[in-house]
């Protein structure tokens, strides 16, 4: 009954109010008179239990774990600057501001992460490819080659290829990802 109320005054607030319970200001609906606190709780999410064949299985999970931690918040941002840097080109008159522009953007970011990007591992470089894909739909390749043209985005995806990588790689959180995914959802909810 008390999850009743609780869903219903999330659903079908008549009145809403702030009291102080404990010091702390809440919002309050009421329901048949009667005034209950409605506090919005985060999601959290439960996973089924993780079985490790052998131990080098539950380390390579647990290096997962700390390459997240680590390359998650510089595809963040990045995600972040390529937002930024396409609703300012379509402020900006014709395509040699945009150029101009683009070039700035580039040098900025070389400045800003070139010295991050040279501190991760190889596999941690994989995987910011793939979390990049994941915050923004495109896959890095598809996001060099519209900033920059397709000659770069050949480029860049040459160079990659030397390493056994790939600007073109997707993120696939239904199949091969799926235990990164996991890992990036209760990372984000601070679970981990």
């Known amino acids: 009954m008390t999850l009743f ?3 219903y005054c999330s659903t079908h607030l008549k009145a809403q109010e702030k009291q102080s319970i404990n010091g702390y200001l809440v919002p309050m609906c009421i329901y048949n008179g009667d005034t209950i606190p409605s506090i919005q709780l985060p999601t959290v999410y439960i996973f089924k239990p993780l079985k490790f064949k052998n131990e080098k299985e539950r380390q390579e ?3 997962l774990i700390r390459n997240v931690k680590k390359v998650y918040p510089i595809s963040r941002e990045i ?3 390529i937002i930024e840097t396409y609703e ?3 402020t ?3 395509e040699k501001a945009r150029q101009k522009h683009i070039k700035r953007v580039e040098k900025g970011l070389k400045d800003q992460y070139t010295a991050r990007m040279k501190k991760l591992s190889f ?3 994989k995987l910011l490819i793939k979390l990049v894909d994941r915050q923004s739909n495109q896959t890095s390749y598809e996001l060099v080659k519209a900033f920059m043209g397709p000659f770069k985005a050949g480029f860049y995806q040459a160079f990659a290829a030397l390493f056994g990588a790939s600007l073109k790689k997707e993120y696939d959180p239904q199949g091969e990802d ?3 995914e996991r890992v990036v959802l209760m990372v ?3 679970q981990i």
């Open 5 to 7: 109320a609780i869903v």
């Open 61 to 63: 999970y647990y290096r």
């Open 79 to 81: 995600n972040q600057a």
């Open 88 to 90: 300012y080109l379509q």
């Open 92 to 94: 900006l008159p014709n």
């Open 123 to 125: 596999t941690q470089g």
């Open 178 to 180: 799926k235990l990164t």
């Open 188 to 190: 984000e909810n601070g």
